[in-house]
């Protein structure tokens, strides 16, 4: 009896060794997928590089074939929802398309492998929650098992303005601390819905959805807003404390570009408002363009 007993427990020992060389077998070849960020110019839209805890959206192409899946940066590294594999059978310089974005909501549940999607941006930015959620950052690469890391190379692709106000109003009307029902300032006549396309790198003003866009408040004098590519003549309407407006329409279009900061000076004066205007890199001091409009 015994023997019997030593018998069986040989033969299972040999059975469990025999299924963790099967399981081991299961991995022989693969090779772990994994992943590194990098920013153009080192800024989010809110902060100057990813922070602990944020989700980047990613799809991967064929032979993978993952459809909107997550990367969340920990660590300074990015770690996969789910730990993917290149495909035995993937040729060891083929490549295969990787796809993402941040903020990872930003197509909700569409994926951006398939075709062009259409996105409106926040129309009121003014909480920081509705801006940073208009923002759009995106990596496209390909990839091949040869690389021991995919590095997803995060640009902009929507424009950025910034608004700094010089008051010089008799009024004093800026000089206080400001409520948030103290002034506002419009931008009127801007597209908000853009149609992306990130694997042909695309981002486009949809042609009828002209709307207002309500800046964030960055600082007391300074404002911000997310603005999808386009050239426009927008109209800067702004409303004082007394309810009394002044707008401002330049003489000439704007042109918005994707990764591209365009800043603008505000100067209130007395029954006047003017504008002075520098395109830029996101954070980038070295001036392209730079004209003043009357």
């Keep these: 009896m015994k023997k019997l007993l030593y018998v069986l427990a040989f033969a299972a020992a040999v059975v469990l060794a025999g299924c963790q060389r099967e399981a081991e077998n299961a991995n022989t070849g693969l090779k772990e997928i994994k992943f590194k960020a990098s920013l153009d110019f080192d800024t989010k839209v809110t902060a100057s590089s990813f922070e ?29 929802e789910k730990t ?6 993937m040729p060891y310089l083929a490549e295969a398309l990787f796809m993402a974005w941040y903020p990872h909501n930003f197509f909700g ?27 759009l950052l995106a990596a496209v690469t390909g990839a091949s098992p040869a690389k021991e890391t995919v590095d997803l190379e995060f640009r902009h692709k929507f424009s950025r303005l910034k608004i700094k106000v010089v008051d010089q109003l008799c009024a004093d009307s800026f000089r ?9 300032i419009g ?31 960055a600082s007391e004098m300074n404002y911000w807003a997310i603005v999808v590519p386009q050239t426009a003549t927008p109209e800067i309407v702004v409303t004082l404390n007394s309810g009394e407006t002044r707008t401002y329409v330049p003489s000439v279009p704007i ?11 505000l100067t209130l004066a007395d029954k006047e408002i ?16 730079n004209f003043v409009q009357p």
């Design 274 to 289: 003017s504008f002075q205007w520098d395109i830029v890199d996101w954070e980038d001091d070295d001036t392209e363009i």
């Design 52 to 80: 602990e805890g944020d989700v980047i959206g990613l799809s991967v192409g064929e032979p993978i074939n993952v459809s909107c899946s997550k990367l969340t940066y920990s660590g300074g590294a990015l770690t996969a």
């Design 255 to 265: 042109t918005f570009t994707g990764g591209k900061q365009l800043s603008a000076t």
């Design 176 to 184: 206080d601390i400001q409520a948030d029902s103290f002034h506002s």
């Design 187 to 217: 931008l009127f006549g801007l597209k908000l819905q853009a149609v992306v396309n990130l694997g042909e790198g695309t981002v486009q003003a949809y042609e009828t959805s002209e709307d207002v866009i309500y800046p964030m408040r």
């Design 84 to 89: 993917l594999y290149w495909p035995e059978s």
């Design 109 to 135: 549940d569409l994926d951006p492998m398939k075709s062009g999607i259409s996105h409106i941006i926040e129309r009121d930015q003014y909480r920081e929650g509705k801006y940073e959620g208009s923002d």
